[in-house]
Every structure is written in C-alpha cells, then in structure tokens.
C-alpha cells in the first residue's frame, strides 16, 4: 500500500540519502540492503530479465525493511512504467534522457491527470480499497518520483529544455554510457566525461532540480559532498559481492608468490 516517500522528503529536506543498483533478482539480498541502512534501492528492469511478479515481490521486500523501492525500467517503455508503480515502486528511473520529449513521455506514463495520464488501477497500491481511490490518485502524484538519467551527450547538451519544463524529481547522472556516448568506454574519469558530469550537476543547481552522483571511489563522495550533492547511489550489489567474495577469498588463501595463491 502506498506510504509516504521517505526518500522524497530527505531530498527536499538537504538531508544526504544512499542507494544501490539492485539486479539479481532475490528478495533476501534487497532485505540485506534495507537492514544495511540504506535509503533506496534500484531494481533493475532495464539490463536484468526480472518477470512481473518477481519484481513485485522484490518491491514487497524493500517495504517489509522500510527501504524505498524505485524501479529502472527500460528506455522508451511507458508500460513498464506503468507497471512498476502499480506493483508499488515509489519511484521510476528512465534511462537515457536526451530530450524534453522524453521527460514529457515519462511523466505521462507515471502521473495521473491532471500532470499525466496514467491508467487507472486499482490492486495493491491502494491497498486493495483501504484508500479512497480519488484520494489515492492525489497522494501518488505526490509521493511518487521520475527520476531522469542523463547518459548520452545529447541530454547534457539538451539540459536546459530537459530541466525547464518540470516534473522531474531527481537527477541520476550516468558516467559509464557518457563515456561511450563521448567515444571513451568506460573511461568514466576521462576529462570529457567529469566535464559532462560537472555541467550535469550545475545545469541541476540553477533549475533547483536535486542530483544524483554515482562515486566511484571515496574521493569522488567527498567532492560531490563538497559541491553540496546529498543524493548517492554507491554501485551495484553484484559489484559488492565480487568484490567481497574475493577479498575474502584472498585472505584465507595461501600467497607463495604465484599469481592465484599457488593453489589453482
């Protein structure tokens, strides 16, 4: 059932909030997020095969640990939109915002008149009749979020019309497609790429529009910190597991000088 935006609110309020990518779609591991600390997670429809009632469970996890659930559907995709929010998603991130069409196009798909055209529906939003469905339509626009990403060179360079025009919540910059998008793969610290980042950011600013960083390292936290950032999303948990899974690995195997540990 829909309950306040948490993550909404401290956003509004300056407060600093964190997130992750989730994309392995195990309710256990967004339960391990949520009592983790973390604000939000990201589940992940967009690069992640992740059927509809899976994606509902996953929502129903975050909500069993008070984490907000925001849902990454896939480019161009206003029934995917649809879908998140009627499982319950508080929130959608729509990838690869490069014009105020595309904005246009989101915020139809997740607001109700008179701001959108979302299909009505009833079901576990509302919490199958326990909100006056009038009422609910009031409450959704108020509490759910779009969240635009910027990672192609023809959003950055279209942020003024993209911000101008309302209806976006937050910001989520997207250092790896930028540097593609600027001919430089994966070389997300590549002078190109910070420069777009940086004009991201203070494109955010002027419009009073929050932004999202993704830190790549603590450095990174602490800069965007510096630059008045409250909003991060700190990676993806498969990145975290690998990584821990061979950290660990790494100290209980005997080191004799051989790259693998001299045991494989």
Known sequence: MLKANAVKRKVRE??????????????????MIGCAGYDFVILDSEHTLVDPQCLENLIRAAEAVALTPFVRVPESDPGAILRALDAGAMGVVVPHIRSRADVDAAVRAARYAPEGMRSLNGGRVPGFGLIDLTEYIRLANEEVMVVAMIEDAEGVEALPEILAGGGIDLVLEGAADLSQSYGVPWQ??????????????????????????????????????????????LGEERGLAARALRRHLDDHRPYDGEPDGGTR
């Open 14 to 31: 300056g407060r600093e909030v964190y997130g992750l990518f989730c994309s392995i779609p195990a309710p256990a591991l967004v339960e």
């Open 188 to 233: 997300t610290r590549h002078p190109k790429v910070t420069e777009a980042l940086r004009r991201t950011h203070t494109a955010c600013a002027e419009s009073g529009v929050p932004f999202c960083a993704i830190p790549r390292a603590r450095e990174d936290h602490e800069a965007w910190q510096k630059a008045g950032v409250t909003a991060f999303v």
